[in-house]
């Protein structure tokens, strides 16, 4: 058609200039296909995290039980058994507690031995407060001068202070006394007393 003016009339729907732009933003059935893989990755991580986390804390958990053995064994008596079957695959031992705080001289005496010159009997009862055998101690005796000063030091095992058949293996029963008799050598030693402790070395 023309105007009155004899132009053209553009015949065109469409503005004049303008040019179709593509999409800012990728339609979401486009997007689907990338963010599946993301969605995999995140889990597998997911997954191999916990799976890690798992085997530290299992290896935490035998550490602790190794080094804890002894207390594990006397709170859960029971649990005993299969910690002494473990220590014979790696090769350690379930021993008896030491807890010297729950140990104590009840009495004690030292005194030159009859017909035995520079020989002295030490004689001692010591106490068990614990609910629990433990491993019998070591004893120190400490011969002292007038002044209350160290002039001799020795230490006992429980193989010395224990009679031949004792087994040491059992430890000190709960709450149990038990009968010390030492005889020990002081010759040359000029002592006007003593000191005895017990101790785990």
């Known amino acids: 058609m023309h105007g009155a003016d004899g132009v053209a009339a553009a015949t ?13 933003f990728p339609s979401t059935a486009e997007a689907a296909p990338v963010a599946a893989p993301v969605g995999r990755r995140r889990r ?15 290896l935490l958990a035998g550490q602790a039980t190794y080094l804890f053995r002894t207390e594990i064994a006397v709170a859960v ?10 220590c014979e695959q790696l090769g350690c031992e379930v021993d008896l507690p030491r807890r010297s705080e729950l ?6 005496d030292l005194h030159p031995q009859p017909g035995r010159k520079d020989w002295l009997v030490l004689a001692a009862t010591l106490k068990s407060r614990a ?13 002292t001068d007038a002044a209350d000063r160290a ?12 009679k031949a058949d004792a ?32 101790f785990y070395p």
């Open 167 to 198: 087994d040491i293996g059992t430890g000190l029963q709960a709450n149990a006394d038990l009968q010390v008799s030492l005889v020990v050598e002081a010759a040359g030693v000029n002592a006007a007393g003593y000191r005895l402790y017990v």
């Open 103 to 108: 140990l104590s001289v009840e009495a004690s």
């Open 77 to 86: 008596p029971a649990s005993k058994p299969w910690l002494v079957a473990l």
């Open 44 to 58: 597998i991580v997911v997954w191999i995290w916990g799976i890690a986390s798992l085997i530290m804390f299992g």
């Open 12 to 24: 065109s729907s469409e503005p004049l200039g303008v040019a179709a732009e593509p999409a800012l």
């Open 151 to 162: 002039v001799v030091r020795r230490v006992f095992s429980p193989r010395e202070y224990l």
């Open 131 to 143: 609910e629990f055998p433990m491993s019998y101690p070591h004893l120190e005796l400490t011969l």
